[in-house]
């Protein structure tokens, strides 16, 4: 076995990289490409995308009600936006429905082109407008935040009163989003491959019966997994949430129980996340995607007294520099960028660092179940919680420590424990509409699901297999071709290699690498997913799998999907890019299967590209 693996390696060193043609010889050399450097980042943790450099004005919320929108947001029974994704070079308008509680008096759209447009009241409490395609895209940059389009603010009046203030957005499909089909599954059903869309009677989405949502789901899908994500439209101003159906696990603060029948599953189904807004609020590779599900098992240490009986995120301490975040008094959870430097006289200074919650930190994992007790630390806890945060901001002394002893001090140790544990996750996304969702909507919402299963950061994002050290990974696909649970521990092993450049580009010639993943085994493995983005300087051209360049879609984000593969078969990654600009850039291909034998480390693979600046032929200066 082991002359094989090395066989592998050797063959997928031998690449080469085409260079294409033209192009005046260089002498420079590009200087080294500044990395953001995260202090205190997690094993495997490494950054692909650009960070701001600046803090942002205050916390961010992380469950997320939109911006605005609270403390009123009940006045609003529901938001439509439909069609809630419009194609980037198409001419559809966009209707706007917003039904409220009758106390509102007047509604208006404040558009970031400086216009308000008023909706009409259609009386009892329902107010609506039709805006164009052109003013619904109105500035949208792919780079800004890809495929989502904020247009303007939803304000509503009492009186001279306004109410609220919340974010208007609207999906943007173009070349980025991949064509899936859309089956019909029932008379109430449709699905592509990483969703369903189960059309519901409601006029309340916040008040869906998830329950039955759940049960007909289990009436046509198998019992294989372990969340749900029922997300819905039209949507309504509420916090993404998580709560558990069943617990097994001890040690975390919680009781044993089992409610999965009454969410018509046998036992298999451990929680459900509700994301009450679809686009933006529901991106499988965002953090909230992970901190929510994350939920299943933190954080419920009330009896540790050192927590100062902060849940369920935790209170404002070395603890929160995490996905997880800290609590504000209420609960709400916020993110906590910040590294906290010990002045030696029990003060801390906070410094923003935009990697320190993008990560899960050793004590949430140990409860997750994805690290050993000797992997936590101790963490300062300030004991005065109701101190300002804010970059520079210091955090007034004194402390308390905790570590796992003082966990295990209250309810023993977690079991079953690291390396024990389930590691691997399968959800379900379900999304719960009036209608049918139209194509378009599909592949945009199949899309932004799909995306959690990547194993490299991607486009600011650190999805799930990521934030968790790579010890960790979800699935997204329904039905049975990524096997049930047992067939995620199969013997299937994928080894994955990256080719590095063997000599450098110069600007604007393309070139090509390659990457493959092998299946060392002789079971089948499935839904083999290619994940890589193109580094700024770089630009796109083509990808092909194993020669078929049908089998990648993407732009700056390249995502190749095989849903296959036969023991012993290798799959090949082939990506052309374009030099841009000259400089060293850090490249990156990941790849993942529901069906995978986890191997740390093994799942990504990156190298750097050197871009060699083209010389400069200064025109020869005569005098006269
Ligand atoms: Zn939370």
Partial sequence: MMQYLFLLILASLLGTVHEAAGGPGTEAIAPSHDRPVAAGVAPGGFVAAPFPTEAPPGPVVVDGLPAGSAPNANLVTYLDISPSVVDISGTESVNIWVQTDGTVTSAEVEHFNGSTYPLTDYGGGLFGTTLSHDLALYNYAHTSYPNVNRFGYINLYQGSTQVLHGWLSVGVEDRQIPSVSVSSVASDMQATPHLVNLVWSFSDPSQIDQQAVAKRFYQVYGDDYDFLNIISTP?????????????????????????????????????????????????????????????????????????????????????????????????????????????????????????????????????????????????????????????GCTLSGPTVNVDVQ?????????????????????????????????????????YFARRGEATIPIQGNYPWAVATWERSTISMGLGTECGDDSASTATDLLFFSHHTTPSPPRVGQNFSLTAS?????????????????????????????????????GDELIVCVRDTMQGWESVTLEITMRAAQAGSFEHRVGVSSCNYDWFPSDNDSSTTIRVEANKVFLPLVTKP
């Fill in 235 to 391: 949507s309504y101003f509420g916090n993404r949430y998580h709560y558990e159906v069943r617990n097994a696990v001890s040690g975390i603060g919680l009781s044993i129980f089992d409610n999965s029948a009454d969410f018509g599953s046998s036992g298999q189904l451990l929680g459900i996340t509700r994301f009450p807004i679809p686009v933006f609020y529901f991106d499988g590779a965002e953090r909230t995607m992970s901190h929510e599900t994350a939920h299943q098992w933190l954080q419920n240490l009330s009896q540790v007294s050192e927590l100062q009986g902060v849940t369920p995120h935790w209170p404002v301490s070395e603890l929160a520099r995490s996905v997880l975040g800290y609590s504000t008094p209420g609960g709400q959870g916020l993110s906590f960028p910040w590294d906290l430097t010990p002045q030696g006289n029990g003060d801390y200074v906070m410094h923003y660092n935009p990697l320190a919650d993008q990560y899960f930190q050793a004590m949430d994992m140990y409860l997750m179940g994805l690290a050993e007790a000797n992997e936590v630390g101790t963490y300062a806890v300030f004991t005065d919680q109701s101190q300002s945060l804010c970059n």
């Fill in 406 to 446: 003082d966990v295990i001090a209250q309810y023993g140790t977690r079991s079953p424990a690291y390396p024990n544990a389930k590691t691997h996750f399968r959800l379900a996304n379900i999304i719960v509409s009036q209608s049918f969702l139209s194509a378009r909507e599909m592949r945009y919402y199949d």
């Fill in 517 to 553: 993943a092998s299946n060392w085994s002789s079971n089948t493995a499935h839904h083999i997913t290619f994940f890589t983005e193109i580094p700024k300087g770089l630009e796109f051209v083509s990808a092909e799998l194993n020669g078929s360049s049908t089998a990648c879609y």
